[in-house]
């Protein structure tokens, strides 16, 4: 375990800099497999919520990306106002693969985090965003009350039936522009072929989307959601994401959807990520939306963290 003290130069809700330590963690899996974690906590005494953020790609991360995702940095605005607050920030990595024991990974740092001395397990939130935002839905469905809410931001594949297999020419596909929906189709169509491969039959396969599928086993989220989506995003379009919150509303369950209009994939972060993130300086339009969404998402974990 690596530790180094941080001192926050920006204020927090009581005007008072929050003095933190940094510390390069190591977690074991349900395997026995070491996963890597970042914890970012208030310096003192104290019992401190807990926030767990899990990052995007599908791939597992070095210890400096990590700290992007938990200490103040000088790549993510959203991490960065998140350690305003008097709140332990544990960033936790996961295994390379689609669909695996990364879903467990992620399960265990969160109870691996919960049980962090000066960490309250009693108050814990999930943030993700991306592959990040499919990890902590999983998760949601999987721990019930054992956390307090959940914020996604752009999550990947909240319905891999339709991402794998929908028909192109029926609503949600049909509403994305064709070149993105056309990239999407053939990455739907090269996944499900790894499922199939893995799974022996059509019939096991289409069991084993079911399952994973956040849209289909929304009922089991017993916390409080919230999806956030741009409708600029070419890398996980806000017109997949829109029948998640339609069913859950439906379902009478606490979530809600907030959507900006101009800003790319990462926005969540307040960062630039995936394959289509664009090189040219941020436009006054997506700083602003930027500023909002931080906004929103600290004011979601304020009230359900209190």
Known sequence: MISSVVAVCLLNFNSQPIERNVSELVYKSVDGRECKAVL????????????????????????????????????SSIVNDMNKEPWAILAVSYRNGFMNLGDDDVIEGIRFGMGLPQVDKNRVALVGGSHGGYKVLQAGIRMGKEIRCISAGSPWMVDPVTFMRGDVTKAPLSLITEDVRNRLAAQGKSLYNQI??????????????????????????Q??????TSRADESVPHVLIEPLFDRMKEQGQNVELFTVQSSPHGFYWGREEGVRARQTPKTEVQKIEEASTSEKIISFLKEYLK
């Open 196 to 221: 199939l491969r893995r799974e022996g039959t059509e019939d096991k396969a289409q069991e084993f989307l079911i399952e994973r599928s956040a849209l289909i086993q929304s009922a089991k989220i």
């Open 40 to 75: 970012s906590i208030p310096k003192g005494s104290g019992s401190y919520p807990l926030v767990v953020t899990v990052h995007g790609g599908n791939t597992e991360k070095p210890y400096g990306y990590l700290r992007t995702m938990a200490a103040p940095n000088p790549i």
């Open 223 to 228: 916390v409080p959601l919230l999806l956030l």
